[in-house]
């Protein structure tokens, strides 16, 4: 079997606990207007590869990772690719190699075949970065372009099981740096039990040259970062001092 990846990144910090050798996945349904990687939306544009081969490659930075680190999939949306993500961590877990997933959701379902690989893939996942895209359902469409009933699904039943997440949402200007929409983000924050970190990210525009290269009409051109204040008020809102679970 063979998975269709972007890029590796041989020492990220950022994404999961320790120092990960990061698998950036090709593929994503979403459609976020601050997307900084447009060119991860095309599954057909990435580079194959075997488990066997992504799993020595990431051997081969070990002596990196401490006690903490291992391997953390991003994307692109990993979950499009559940049957090669699952064979790759069943793999990383015989290597007792850390595990880590940075999702949206998307993909997630609770029927069939797929929630059922689903329920084996988290046997052999250690944590869950989860996107908090929109706490309003209406903005959410208009954000990413898909619905989030799924994706609240998710959060659910990664909460009844327990699976530990850190939770990250972009603050982005005139779409969630509104104090109304934060304290409703924050309200259903509480209402979960297995969130050990909660990560405010600024919204940045790096990517604006990725869609010019591409040919996508960038809509949030003239959308500026937030300020430092705003993003401290997102941060007091969202009670992030609270979630200590992790420490890097």
Known sequence: MTG???????FGC???????????????????????NPDTWDITKGKEYTSDELIKEALSCRS???????????????????????????????????TCIDTAGGPFTKEG???????????????????????????????????RDNIVEMFRYL?????PIWIRHVLTPGITDNDEYLTQTRDFIRTLHNVQRVEV?????????KYKELGIDYVLKDTLSP??????????????????????
């Open 14 to 36: 950022a994404d999961g606990p320790g120092s990960r050798f990061i698998i950036f996945f090709q593929g994503c349904h979403m459609r976020c207007k601050f997307c900084h």
């Open 227 to 248: 300020t430092e204040e705003r993003v401290k008020n997102a941060r007091d809102i969202l009670e992030i001092e609270k979630y200590t679970g992790w420490k890097n």
């Open 113 to 147: 075949d797929w929630f059922a690989k689903f329920e084996k893939l988290m046997q052999v996942t250690d944590i869950l970065l989860m996107d908090i895209k929109h706490i309003n359902d209406k903005e959410h469409i208009e954000l990413t372009g898909q619905k």
């Open 159 to 163: 909460d009844q099981i327990n699976k």
């Open 201 to 209: 990210l600024p919204y940045h525009g790096l990517g604006a040259m």
């Open 4 to 10: 269709y990846i972007h890029q590796l990144e041989s």
């Open 64 to 98: 990196y990772w401490g006690k903490k680190g291992g391997i953390t999939v991003s994307g692109g949306e990993p979950l499009l690719q559940l049957d090669f993500l699952l064979e790759l961590f069943t793999k990383a877990k015989e290597k007792g190699i850390n």
